[in-house]
């Protein structure tokens, strides 16, 4: 064999280089601009909520704070926007700027944790499902099933009436829907992916099952659970929120999103900043959320090119 | 007359965010009436974008050069023109049948909407007829109740057929198969190409048969040509092709495939490397990095496709002596030592 | 003998039902095949769409449980034998699968994948698995450096490369060879046909080689088995197989096999087979092919005949 058989790329002499999956992924989300702007947007909620004792603390306002003098007018109702308090204040006089500030903490917080959790339990469970298959699989599935049609509210209702509202309670309501949502996804990928001939190949090597699943079932299975989780967190989100609203979430004076609605309730004719910084900034972070989790579908999976070519007629020169 | 297709310079080339494609760069051919040119080549040569092109398939591409059916630029005509003329003049068969019919409406409505959209004054009745005619004509028993059937009840071997048929409805003077035989079976392949070469010859149809296996190529065409990196490297009738090759890379193919004429006994002599990719080919001949008698002048200029002793259409586009045709040692001898000088 | 094939059999059941599945027939894709192959030898199996070689191959290797009938490696028997019972076998009979692009994972890298075998046998690890890798690659005639890159940086022809480099790694001394070369390109099939061979030659290899292109076949293989319909009709060397047939099937078949060389093509003689294969489910009575055989009589439907080097009532004259 000569070397040229042996080294086919030195023959053709450029060796150009490949690029992994993740690097294309990447490449492509740089050019989708919804999806950068939508993650700048979750980065810098994410910092502002990190940091958002520094900025109580550089402003001299805690978020409990009741400002008895400059926050509440003279008929005992909440302060408008200005200098000193950027959002106004609430109908105690403490600053809404900051309050908001403390709810992102909360909401990002419970998003992100709850809906990791779930992933966890929802990524194991269904490819346990969708591998073994077999009764495993009907009784995974029939599980799946009663979870998912479970009536939320009264389910959170009855825990919270046992363990009284709290953030962990919270977490632990939005996990165990958010948990079956996956693992319903993640079966259906795993009974594809189990067809695979890659399967058949490890199988025939002598791998195990718990080798097969995690090592090759499992990073084919990180990329649709990538966006799936991105696209769970806003509705995890706005699950904390509904919760918070009702009183079964987190309470007063622990500022949440969802509490600080509820309190604008019967504000809002008169101090429109109560009801409307709260709904815009959860608007915009939910929003943000989901157009980076489509952005990360795309980038991940291109699908259809666009439906309407720019170019749709040959160019023929000469 | 009897030149059908008169191609001239084809150039075909799809910008791309890597860079530019040039799947076809100067490619000239003619097909005559009732005759069979085979294009073969590999992935990347150009071979399908080629025809694709000439026929308006290949939307976002930049196309250069002339394309003439019957006297006619089709590289000039626009939509509704080509249109017209896909389908009743020129008909194309595909490779896989089970996309290019429509899996949910009956074969025998395809074949009639067909006809109807062309021939408006047709019909009903009359077009129905045709179609069972056609499939008939195809080999497909009892056609009058297969009309009815969907594609999907139709085996691989039978949806070719029902291809072809839906390929003749219009009575077109060219045929392009672009490999219309790879997905299926040996024996059922070897029935359908027996089936294109008798309605080839009954109705007087040209063929354009694309594909990459030699093999399926020995037995049907007149004239082969061979395309690598977008350009025809050589052109021969069929017995020249086979026994008098001069290109490296004809030679270099016939030499890889088991049974073939250049692989008699023993072990194989596979071409070193691979295709280039379209978007960096080496300069000069394409083939320059891979070829076995390589000279100082390949990689800085590009061969012409130029005449070859043997007499007939035998073209090749090499820097090589045009004595050195065939497989035996006494041209074996000529190519080593023109790389030597 | 290092392979032993006793009357296998593989039925898949066809269910029908949406709560409780019932059976309603059986796919017979296997149905009753019996083959040897020694140590160093090459045995072709060639056959058309749901002729069962594919399904023959996994029930060698393991991969699917047969529904009757014995296997055998180096005299011991192996079929249906439990997922750690036949552990240690699989470190001798490995599998190179057809599709280059989907029998490696693409998520993974490349020196991950052709370390599996290793890893997963507890036979070598860390930087001695590093280097056993990259002369694997070296072996098989990819560039060592390339290690960490994913499938899809690398052509067909490559992709099957890392395969065979998987394939390897154990030093197995049977390897199950699945339609190894019908996805590539032309020449680079030769490419990796030539690379089998020198492998073979180099470690002392048993292939059992899996194709439907008859020449192919013909090139590689030191014995040829044709399978028709879950049955084998014809086993014999490769030249007589080839080149006098004696069953009609292969004659077919042999007619039918496109060859690049124009003389030869028209010295072939020209058999062309009405209607398409059938299907496994219900295969015709007696001899499988009769209903398509240009030469079937009366007792051909009847009566099954019985496998010798081929199975025919009326088998054709060998060529002189």
Request: include cysteine; hydrophobic fraction near 45%; glycine fraction near 8%.
């Amino acid at each position: 064999m000569t070397l040229t058989e042996i080294r086919p790329d030195v023959v053709t002499g450029k060796t150009i280089a490949g690029r992994s999956p993740w690097q294309l992924a990447w490449a492509r989300v740089r050019t989708d601009k919804v999806a950068l702007v939508s993650g700048v947007i979750v980065v810098l909620l994410g910092l502002l909520a990190v940091a958002a004792p520094l900025v109580a603390a550089w402003t001299g306002h805690d978020p409990d704070e009741q400002f008895r003098d400059t926050g509440v007018t003279a008929e005992g109702l909440p302060v408008a926007p200005n200098g000193e308090f950027w959002f106004g204040t609430d109908r105690l006089g403490r600053d809404l700027f900051i309050r908001v500030l403390y709810g992102a903490r909360v909401s990002l917080l419970v998003g992100v944790v709850a809906t990791g959790v779930a992933a966890l339990v929802g990524v194991v469970i269904g490819m346990l499902a969708g591998y073994y298959g077999g009764v495993i699989d009907t009784i995974l599935s029939r599980l799946m099933d009663v979870v998912l049609s479970f009536p939320y509210l009264i389910f959170a209702i009855a825990v919270v009436s046992v363990a009284g509202p709290s953030l962990s309670a919270t977490i632990g309501v939005i996990s165990f829907y958010s948990w079956a949502a996956i693992a319903r996804v993640v079966r259906g990928q795993t009974l594809s992916l189990k067809e695979r001939e890659y399967i058949e190949a490890a199988r025939s090597i002598g791998a195990s099952d718990r080798r097969i699943m995690f090592v090759d079932i499992l990073p084919n299975l990180l990329a649709p659970v990538i966006v799936l989780t991105t696209l769970l967190i806003p509705a995890a989100i706005v699950f904390e929120s509904t919760l918070s609203f009702l009183g079964l979430g987190i309470v007063p004076p622990t500022p949440s999103w969802g509490n600080l609605l509820s309190e604008a309730q019967g504000f809002y004719r008169v101090a429109y900043w109560y009801l409307g910084f709260p709904a815009v900034t959860l608007l915009i972070t939910t929003l943000a959320f989901n157009l980076l989790g489509d952005g990360i579908r795309d980038a991940i999976d291109p699908r259809m090119e666009r439906l309407f070519s720019r170019r749709r007629r040959r160019r023929v020169k000469g | 007359m009897t030149r059908l297709l008169d191609v001239t310079d084809l150039r075909v080339a799809f910008p791309t965010s890597d860079g530019v494609v040039r799947a076809v760069r100067g490619l000239s051919f003619t097909v005559d009436r009732g005759k069979t040119l085979a294009i073969v080549g590999e992935s990347g040569s150009g071979k399908t974008v080629s025809t694709q092109a000439i026929l308006g398939l290949t939307p976002d591409a930049d196309i250069e050069g002339t394309a003439l059916f019957e006297g006619v630029d089709l590289l000039k005509l626009d939509h509704e023109q080509l249109r017209r003329i896909r389908g009743a003049e020129i008909s194309v068969v595909f490779q896989d049948p089970l996309t290019s019919l429509h899996p949910l409406y009956k074969v025998g409505w395809q074949i009639e909407e067909l006809i109807r959209v062309h021939r408006p004054d047709e019909s009903r009745a009359s077009a129905r007829r045709r179609a069972v005619e056609l499939l008939g004509l195809v080999g497909i028993p009892r056609p009058e109740r297969r009309v009815d059937d969907y594609p999907h009840q139709f085996s691989g071997g039978m949806r070719q057929r029902a291809m072809i048929a839906m390929a003749l409805a219009l009575n077109p003077k060219l045929i392009v198969a672009d490999e219309p035989t790879t997905a299926l079976d040996a024996t059922v392949q070897a029935q359908i190409l027996e089936l294109i070469a008798r309605v080839q010859a009954e109705f007087d149809i040209a063929l354009i048969l694309i594909t990459h296996d030699l093999g399926v190529v020995a037995d049907i065409a007149d004239e082969v040509m061979v395309m690598y990196a977008g350009l025809a490297v050589e052109r021969a009738d069929r017995r020249t092709l086979y026994y008098r090759p001069h290109h490296p890379y004809t030679k270099g193919l016939l030499e890889s495939i088991p049974g073939s004429s250049g692989a008699r006994g023993g072990r194989l002599r596979p071409i070193p490397g691979s295709p280039p990719s379209l978007i960096a080919i080496p300069q000069g001949c394409a083939f320059h990095p891979r070829c076995p008698y390589v000279m100082p002048v390949c990689p800085a200029e590009l061969p012409p496709l130029a005449r070859v002793t043997g007499g007939g259409e035998h073209a090749s586009a090499c820097w090589l002596p045009h004595e050195a045709v065939g497989l035996g040692t006494a041209a074996e001898a000529i190519r080593l030592q023109a790389k030597e000088a | 003998m290092l392979l032993e094939v006793d009357q296998l059999v593989k039925h898949f059941p066809i269910t029908s039902g949406a709560v409780i599945k019932h059976t309603i027939g059986q796919v017979r894709a296997v149905d009753g095949v019996s083959l040897r192959v020694a140590a160093g030898e090459t045995l072709g199996l060639v056959g058309e769409t749901g002729c069962g070689k594919s399904t023959l191959a996994r029930c060698i290797a393991g991969l699917y449980p047969t529904t009757s009938g014995k296997v055998a490696f180096d005299g011991a028997d192996i079929t249906n034998l439990s997922r750690k019972r036949m552990r240690p076998y699989r470190r001798d009979i490995q599998v190179i699968f057809q599709d280059p692009y989907g029998s490696l994972n693409p998520r993974r890298r490349i020196g991950s994948i052709i370390a599996d075998p290793l890893v997963v046998h507890g036979v070598s690890g860390g930087v001695a698995l590093r280097r056993t890798v990259q002369e694997l690659m070296e072996r098989v005639g990819l560039n060592p450096e390339h290690y960490n890159r994913f499938p899809a940086e690398f052509s067909g022809g490559q992709r099957q490369r890392i395969g065979v480099a998987r394939a390897l790694a154990l030093r197995p001394r049977l390897i199950i060879c699945d339609e190894p070369v019908s996805a590539l390109d032309v020449s680079i099939q030769a490419q990796i046909l030539n690379l089998l061979k020198d492998l073979q030659d180099e470690f002392g290899l048993t292939y059992l080689f899996i194709a439907h292109d008859l020449s192919v076949v013909r090139h590689v293989s030191d014995r040829i088995a044709v399978m028709y319909l879950g049955k084998i009709v014809e086993m014999d060397t490769a030249a007589a197989v080839h080149d006098s047939p004696r069953h009609p099937y292969t004659n077919a078949l042999l007619s039918a096999t496109p060859v690049a060389d124009p003389d030869e093509a028209e010295r072939r003689s020209r058999v062309i087979l009405t209607g398409d294969v059938p299907s496994p489910i219900d295969p015709p009575s007696g001899c499988r092919f009769h209903p398509r055989c240009p030469q079937a009589q009366a007792l051909c439907a009847q009566e099954e005949p019985a496998l010798g080097t081929y199975a025919c009532h009326f088998p054709l004259r060998r060529a002189s």
